[in-house]
């Protein structure tokens, strides 16, 4: 069965800092990954989807990568903005298995 | 362009009572159709999901059921509602399988 892992579960950064995001899976057999952010209350904003035969994806200050055979992917954010803060999760295809999220908090 | 809504936003239910969630996608046809649930301190669980009319695959067994009387309507119920179901409720939707998900706003449920 796939676990998905993210770490850290709750990260504070000063506005302007590049920051990581991480996940891990523990089954390296998957379709895709895909990345989304939540805000508190709301519903998933997808923000990038990886196929398992690709390396990287890019979206605007967004840069996910994945490393199938590690079993990880990370999430970059470039020059970090207050706008930014919200709960960052990865699921993993072919059973859309969630992290359970790292809580970002960007100060202005 | 697609967008998807899901209602009621919010809802409070006695445990014992029924309960009916409905999501409708506009802008595509013959989408992929999913039910998540996200619990107060665990992750986003997949309950349910959706390939064409009348077709519902479960993910888990629960107190609950799905159903898809119209291509673009997806409606979650149970007969009795437990304390257990309580959390928040996402609808998503994909043109293909394994393709970008896009979830609705959320119906958060409180059962008491």
């Known amino acids: 069965k796939q676990e998905v892992t993210q770490i850290p579960a709750a990260l504070s950064v000063p506005e302007g800092e590049n920051l990581v995001l991480n996940c891990s899976f523990t089954?390296?057999?998957?379709?895709?990954l895909q990345w989304f952010r939540q805000d508190p209350g709301k519903g998933l904003t997808s923000l990038l989807l990886?196929?398992?035969?690709?390396r990287e994806q890019t979206s605007g200050r967004l840069n996910a990568s994945l490393d199938k055979s590690s079993g990880r992917s990370t999430l970059y954010i470039a020059a970090s903005q207050p706008g930014d803060s919200a709960t960052y999760l990865c699921?993993?295809?072919?059973?859309?298995?969630f992290g359970a999220g790292t809580r970002l908090t960007v100060k202005p | 362009s697609q967008t998807i809504h899901q209602w009621p936003a919010t809802l409070v239910q006695p445990v014992g009572s029924p309960l009916s969630l409905e999501c409708t996608v506009e802008?595509?046809?013959?989408?992929?159709l999913y039910w998540y649930r996200q619990a107060a301190g665990r992750g986003l669980q997949l309950l349910f999901y959706?390939?064409?009319?009348?077709?519902i695959s479960s993910e888990v067994p629960q107190n609950l059921s799905a159903s898809r009387p119209q291509d673009r309507q997806f409606i979650l119920s149970s007969k009795k509602l437990l304390l257990s179901d309580s959390g928040f409720y996402l609808c998503?939707?994909?043109?293909?399988?394994?393709?970008?998900?896009?979830f609705g706003p959320g119906t958060r449920l409180l059962v008491l």
């Open positions: 998503a939707w994909s043109r293909q399988a394994q393709e970008t998900q896009y």
């Open positions: 089954d390296s057999a998957i379709y895709n």
């Open positions: 990886i196929q398992s035969s690709q």
């Open positions: 699921a993993v295809r072919p059973d859309m298995r």
């Open positions: 802008g595509t046809s013959n989408p992929n």
């Open positions: 959706s390939v064409g009319i009348g077709q």
